[in-house]
């Protein structure tokens, strides 16, 4: 199946050089490019892509903005997005991951690494692996967020499924979960997944933001 890419960024020499390491990937295609917010909602809503490649501040429309505008209309359900940033370690990158986006890279990721990222995230997975990313949303969660999910939402998990996302909330794989835990990676894929539709979480970025927010895991 080839996935379907929109990139998304203010400068042209970027976006045209994201473009053409997306657009020569046997298993992708470019759909469409716009230079700020307003202009990746719309051509989203008339391509459907499968990930959005968006940077997040751009004049106008910044990244953060359209990320919310994407992941709340419930005719992109299936659209995943991707932050890109320049610096690892942004306050802004968060905020994305609050409005749905599915993760972050930094812009001089390494072309196979972005490949690979834009692949993890259209197979419903999440890139919050780094421990910088875990780190940063425990901090600034901590301070500054106040719970998107409601509380009660938790008390529908099993104890295990507590269990599974505290791991996921620490940044561990399914298999690393199945590892620890002594499962089958399916087994704990099927946890995850039963995990983010009781508590509405739309991928497993959205499931670690809930789950810090919630106070089921800290920092």
């Keep these: 199946m080839t996935i379907r890419v929109l990139v998304v960024d203010d400068q042209e020499l970027i976006r045209a050089g994201f473009a053409a390491l997306v657009g020569a990937a046997p298993d992708m295609e470019v759909v469409g490019e716009a230079d700020d917010g307003a202009a990746a909602i719309e051509i989203a809503r008339r391509e459907r892509p499968d990930v959005v490649l968006i940077d997040i501040r751009m004049p106008g429309m910044d990244g953060i903005a359209a990320t919310e505008v994407i992941a709340a209309d419930p005719d992109l359900a ?24 599915s ?14 990222g834009i692949r993890t995230v259209a197979g419903g997975d999440s890139l919050l692996s780094p ?36 791991l996921v909330a620490r940044g561990l794989s399914n298999d690393e979960i199945a590892a620890q835990l002594y499962l089958s990676p399916l087994t704990a894929k099927t946890h995850v997944n039963r995990s983010m539709m009781k508590l509405g979480a739309r991928d497993r970025a959205q499931l670690v933001v809930f789950a810090y927010q919630s106070g089921l895991a800290k920092g």
Excluded: W
């Design 78 to 101: 299936d659209v995943k997005v991707i932050v890109l940033t320049t610096f690892e370690m942004d306050e802004y990158v968060v905020a994305a991951l609050r409005a749905g986006a």
């Design 131 to 166: 421990k910088a990313t875990r780190s940063l949303i425990a901090q600034v969660l901590d301070q500054h967020a106040a719970p998107v999910v409601d509380g009660e939402a938790f008390a529908h998990l099993t104890p295990r499924e507590r269990e599974i996302v505290e």
């Design 103 to 116: 993760g972050f890279l930094g812009k001089g990721v390494r072309p196979a690494a972005l490949l690979d």
